[in-house]
């Protein structure tokens, strides 16, 4: 008798007690000046913050269609985990794609290129480690990693990419897909390991520092490292904060350093990085420079470069005392506004060894919504304008050009390399490959993932030595999948990729090549008599 008591007390206060007590407690909460709809309806108040806060992911996983929401669709999202995973991106039935919308499209040719034909470096298998299914249930998925071989899908050593010919050390690519600027801080060491090795094992591809420095990591991947230059300066600063050309060479002199690029913009803020004080770490501060738990916010621009001349005088200078590529990054507000950029080219005679464009649509850790929703074009008009410009004035061959926004896959690569990119740049590509879910939580230095975070807890997630794997069977994947296209096109390499081979539906179905809709301009007989400076033609270039 006594027990039953005992357990009918316990009931009462576990089910009838504890929620009351709840109650009560969210009752008086309420009543604190906070929320004006929990004030005046504090239960129902809170299941609505609750639902609210629950909503992302309930969309992610439950309501969102396919090829619906963003950044990502659901499709495109599975699209790189199945390349990263196993290797594949086949799917069953049909395309999700809506294609009564407006859009690119690649056209085949009628007779396809057999494997045999194509002009690819397939002569080694390397070790390669991919995931296998044993079996898929209601709730649980059962996988395991099993070891096989792999060719790499490289371009031979005729149609390598070369990047700055005329530097001491030019830099040859044998792949045209990377990874693009992710800075150690807003991204953690995990990352760059796994990234770096995946990129490394892949060969022909590369990895971008972002403008927050070169960590140990970068170099320990054995990958190939574009070293980004922000107008914060980190990493190539003296303890006043002005830019150090000795640190610049101290970086150059690094065997895996094969370029460098100043950030003059990116496409989800046309404006300073931004790193949120929790994520600054000593280890962070020490690469950077700066103090530690403060929190970062780097100029809109670099404060000693004031124009086009001062600029390419300013790379001239480092492509001297590096002996490497140097390149800027960009972002397109309007074609004439390159006008005076690639003018002042042709005036000094000075050149970037790499033009990359990021297009609006980009991707950050952290920008204004305002800034990602509405500056800068968006990828594929940007990259028609740089590309066009350079015909123009008559500098094609005098550089490289890179595209990025939004590349996460062989036919958007394709789309890019057909308007006229030489290779491409991929980040959250990259980041989902290491197992981003798209949690939105990149600023906050709790990314669940292990990816958009130093902080060694939320670190442990991220396992370099398995998501390595994924990295370089994406990367393998995309090219792989790029020559698929290519033969298709009736070409041999996906470096002969033209606007002959893009087109795009308009709403009512009319179809256009790029060709007829955005064909190369000529190069300008006279360039425009801008007086761009004073006594430009007097002018000491060096």
Same mark, same amino acid.
């Given at each position: 008798?006594?027990?039953l008591l005992?357990?009918l007390l316990i009931?009462?206060v576990?089910?009838i007690?504890?929620?009351? /007590?709840?109650?009560i407690?969210?009752?008086f909460v309420?009543?604190? !000046?906070?929320h004006?709809i929990?004030?005046a309806h504090p239960y129902?108040?809170?299941?609505r913050?609750?639902?609210?806060?629950?909503?992302?992911e309930?969309?992610?996983y439950?309501?969102?269609?396919d090829?619906?929401s963003?950044p990502?669709?659901r499709?495109?999202?599975l699209?790189?985990?199945f390349?990263?995973k196993?290797?594949?991106?086949?799917?069953?039935?049909?395309s999700?794609?809506?294609?009564?919308k407006?859009?690119?499209y690649?056209?085949n040719?009628?007779?396809?290129l057999?494997n045999?034909?194509?002009?690819?470096d397939?002569?080694?298998?390397i070790?390669?480690m991919?995931?296998?299914?044993?079996h898929e249930?209601?709730?649980?998925r =059962?996988e395991h990693?099993?070891?096989?071989?792999?060719?790499?899908?490289?371009?031979?050593?005729?149609?390598?990419?070369v990047?700055g010919?005329e *530097?001491?050390?030019?830099? *040859?690519l &044998?792949? !045209?897909?990377?990874?693009?600027?992710?800075?150690?801080?807003?991204v953690?060491?995990?990352y760059?390991?796994?990234t770096?090795?995946?990129?490394?094992?892949?060969?022909?591809?590369?990895?971008n520092?972002?403008?927050?420095g070169i960590a140990p990591?970068?170099l320990?991947?054995g990958?190939?490292?574009?070293?980004?230059?922000?107008?914060?300066?980190f990493?190539?600063?003296d303890?006043d @904060?002005n830019?150090?050309?000795a640190?610049?060479?101290?970086k150059?002199?690094? !065997?895996?350093?094969k370029a460098?690029?100043l950030?003059?913009g990116?496409?989800a803020?046309?404006?300073?990085g931004?790193l949120?004080?929790?994520?600054?770490t000593?280890?962070?501060a020490?690469?950077?420079?700066?103090?530690v738990?403060?929190? $970062?916010?780097?100029?809109n *621009?670099?404060?000693?470069?004031?124009?086009?001349?001062?600029?390419?005088?300013f790379?001239?200078?480092?492509?001297a005392?590096g002996g490497?590529?140097?390149g800027?990054?960009?972002v397109?507000?309007?074609?004439?506004?390159?006008?005076?950029?690639?003018e002042?080219?042709n005036?000094?005679?000075i050149?970037?060894d790499?033009?990359?464009?990021?297009?609006?649509?980009g991707g950050t850790?952290?920008t204004?919504?305002s800034?990602?929703?509405s500056?800068?074009?968006?990828?594929?008009?940007a990259?028609?304008?740089?590309?066009?410009k350079?015909w123009?004035f008559?500098?094609r061959?005098?550089l490289?050009i890179?595209?990025?926004g939004k590349?996460?896959?062989?036919?958007?690569?394709a789309?890019?390399?057909?308007?006229?990119?030489?290779a491409?740049?991929?980040a959250?590509?990259?980041?989902?490959?290491? @197992? /981003? $879910?798209?949690?939105m939580? /990149?600023?906050?230095g709790k /990314?669940?993932?292990?990816?958009t975070?130093?902080d060694p807890k939320?670190?442990?997630?991220l396992v370099s030595?398995?998501k390595?794997? =994924?990295?370089m069977?994406?990367i393998?994947n995309?090219?792989?999948?790029l020559y698929?296209?290519?033969?298709? &096109?009736?070409?041999d390499?996906?470096?002969k990729?033209?606007?002959?081979?893009?087109v795009?539906?308009t709403?009512d179905?009319?179809v256009?090549?790029?060709?007829?809709?955005?064909p190369?301009?000529?190069?300008?007989?006279?360039f425009p008599k801008r007086?761009?400076?004073t006594d430009?033609?007097n002018?000491?270039?060096g």
């Amino acid at each position: 008798m006594n027990l039953l008591l005992t357990v009918l007390l316990i009931l009462l206060v576990v089910f009838i007690g504890a929620p009351l /007590c709840l109650f009560i407690w969210l009752h008086f909460v309420a009543k604190k !000046p906070q929320h004006s709809i929990i004030r005046a309806h504090p239960y129902l108040g809170w299941m609505r913050y609750l639902l609210e806060k629950m909503g992302p992911e309930l969309r992610q996983y439950w309501f969102d269609s396919d090829n619906g929401s963003g950044p990502f669709s659901r499709s495109d999202f599975l699209g790189i985990v199945f390349s990263a995973k196993y290797r594949s991106d086949l799917l069953s039935f049909g395309s999700k794609r809506d294609f009564e919308k407006p859009g690119y499209y690649i056209a085949n040719g009628l007779f396809p290129l057999l494997n045999e034909e194509l002009r690819v470096d397939n002569q080694e298998k390397i070790h390669a480690m991919k995931y296998k299914i044993d079996h898929e249930g209601l709730f649980t998925r =059962r996988e395991h990693i099993e070891k096989d071989e792999v060719t790499r899908w490289l371009f031979p050593e005729e149609d390598a990419i070369v990047v700055g010919p005329e *530097r001491d050390f030019p830099w *040859r690519l &044998c792949g !045209p897909f990377g990874a693009s600027a992710t800075s150690y801080g807003a991204v953690g060491e995990h990352y760059i390991l796994s990234t770096g090795r995946g990129s490394s094992m892949a060969g022909g591809s590369w990895i971008n520092t972002g403008e927050g420095g070169i960590a140990p990591e970068h170099l320990e991947s054995g990958a190939d490292v574009v070293a980004q230059i922000g107008p914060g300066l980190f990493g190539y600063r003296d303890p006043d @904060g002005n830019f150090s050309l000795a640190e610049f060479k101290l970086k150059a002199l690094e !065997p895996n350093v094969k370029a460098f690029e100043l950030k003059f913009g990116q496409g989800a803020k046309i404006r300073g990085g931004h790193l949120e004080g929790s994520k600054v770490t000593p280890k962070v501060a020490s690469i950077r420079k700066v103090l530690v738990g403060q929190t $970062i916010n780097s100029p809109n *621009r670099f404060p000693f470069l004031h124009n086009s001349y001062e600029t390419l005088q300013f790379i001239q200078t480092l492509q001297a005392e590096g002996g490497k590529p140097v390149g800027i990054k960009i972002v397109v507000g309007y074609h004439s506004n390159l006008d005076e950029f690639f003018e002042a080219m042709n005036q000094l005679k000075i050149y970037p060894d790499f033009i990359t464009v990021d297009g609006g649509e980009g991707g950050t850790g952290a920008t204004y919504k305002s800034m990602a929703d509405s500056m800068g074009l968006p990828l594929y008009p940007a990259l028609v304008a740089v590309v066009d410009k350079a015909w123009q004035f008559g500098v094609r061959d005098k550089l490289k050009i890179f595209a990025s926004g939004k590349l996460i896959s062989a036919d958007k690569i394709a789309i890019a390399l057909g308007i006229g990119a030489d290779a491409v740049n991929s980040a959250r590509g990259f980041m989902i490959a290491n @197992g /981003c $879910i798209m949690a939105m939580q /990149c600023h906050t230095g709790k /990314c669940p993932a292990g990816v958009t975070t130093t902080d060694p807890k939320y670190q442990e997630a991220l396992v370099s030595e398995e998501k390595q794997w =994924r990295v370089m069977n994406y990367i393998i994947n995309v090219r792989q999948g790029l020559y698929a296209l290519g033969a298709a &096109c009736g070409i041999d390499t996906p470096r002969k990729f033209t606007r002959e081979h893009i087109v795009f539906k308009t709403d009512d179905g009319q179809v256009k090549r790029l060709s007829d809709l955005f064909p190369l301009p000529g190069t300008l007989e006279e360039f425009p008599k801008r007086q761009l400076f004073t006594d430009v033609e007097n002018l000491d270039v060096g």
